[in-house]
């Protein structure tokens, strides 16, 4: 109990002094899942919204293979990227394993399904004249669709919301096609799992911290804009 307590005491000291190890570790980790939220974001809610508003051969199918691969395990698309950018796979010339690069299209990975399902799921809880109200009224695709994102904001935001507490926290992927490296592609996840290995618990404990308060942070940003301005009890 002891050892635990100072162990946090180090952790918050750590924090609050701005050690430059573990900030460095944070502003990686910050940088890489939100250039792929960034990334995926769009093509995602696109995809979502052409599996709500379109009908054509194989649509359920793809809708089973999204809702299947939220359940694929963060390890499990590391290895597959991982075998497709080593050196004797077929992307192997890029050179992109262990780069930030590689973290990021395996985090874009992870995500998508997410975006797409929470997507989807929101759109269909649209009520469909608001996109044909403005067809009607001669608005653009795009003038059409950004009316029906604005009808279902909150659950697109709920979407990105959920997905970007994913990738930010997941350890399997950004270890297998990042490598661990310090200053370059070490972020939250894999230095927790490094330090804790190597019984060095203040750092692990102080980026525990970090993810709580990001968490934290998420999800009252979202009971925030669904109470629109106001917590919602």
Same mark, same amino acid.
């Given at each position: 109990?002891?050892?635990?307590?100072?162990?946090s005491?180090?952790?918050?000291?750590?924090?609050?002094?701005?050690?430059?190890?573990?900030?460095?570790?944070i502003?990686?980790?910050?940088?890489?899942? %939100?250039?792929?939220i960034?990334?995926? &974001?769009?093509?995602?809610? @696109? !995809?979502?919204? *052409? =599996?709500s508003?379109?009908?054509? +051969?194989?649509?359920?199918?793809?809708?089973?293979?999204? %809702?299947?691969?939220l359940?694929?395990? &963060?390890?499990?698309?590391? @290895? !597959?990227?991982? *075998? =497709?950018?080593?050196?004797?796979? +077929?992307?192997?010339?890029?050179?992109?394993?262990?780069t930030q690069?590689?973290?990021i299209?395996?985090?874009?990975?992870l995500?998508?399904p997410?975006?797409?399902?929470?997507?989807?799921?929101?759109?269909?809880?649209?009520?469909?004249?608001?996109?044909?109200?403005a067809?009607?009224?001669?608005a653009?695709?795009?003038?059409?669709?950004?009316t029906?994102?604005?009808?279902?904001r909150?659950?697109?935001l709920?979407?990105l919301?959920?997905?970007?507490?994913?990738?930010?926290?997941?350890?399997?992927?950004?270890?297998?096609?990042?490598?661990?490296?310090?200053?370059?592609?070490?972020n939250?996840?894999t230095a927790?799992?490094?330090?804790?290995?190597?019984?060095?618990?203040a750092?692990?404990?102080?980026?525990?911290?970090?993810?709580?308060?990001?968490?934290?942070?998420?999800?009252?940003?979202?009971?925030?804009?669904?109470?629109?301005?106001?917590?919602?009890?």
């Open positions: 109990m002891e050892s635990l307590l100072s162990a005491g180090q952790a918050i000291h750590l924090l609050f002094m701005g050690d430059a190890e573990l900030w460095n570790i502003w990686i980790s910050f940088r890489v899942s %939100s250039l792929a960034l990334l995926a &974001a769009l093509p995602a809610l @696109l !995809t979502a919204f *052409l =599996l508003y379109s009908r054509f +051969p194989g649509r359920r199918f793809l809708i089973s293979i999204f %809702s299947t691969l359940s694929v395990p &963060a390890v499990v698309v590391g @290895l !597959t990227l991982y *075998l =497709l950018l080593s050196r004797h796979g +077929p992307l192997g010339d890029l050179k992109l394993l262990f690069t590689a973290m299209l395996g985090q874009i990975a995500c998508f997410i975006l797409v399902a929470m997507g989807h799921v929101a759109f269909q809880s649209a009520d469909k004249r608001a996109w044909e109200t067809r009607t009224l001669g653009g695709p795009s003038r059409a669709l950004l029906v994102m604005r009808e279902v909150f659950g697109l709920a979407a919301l959920a997905a970007y507490g994913r990738i930010i926290a997941e350890v399997g992927a950004s270890m297998m096609l990042g490598g661990n490296i310090l200053h370059y592609t070490r939250i996840p927790i799992a490094l330090e804790t290995s190597k019984g060095e618990f750092q692990g404990i102080a980026l525990g911290l970090v993810l709580l308060v990001l968490a934290f942070s998420l999800n009252a940003s979202l009971q925030y804009f669904q109470g629109k301005g106001q917590f919602v009890s």
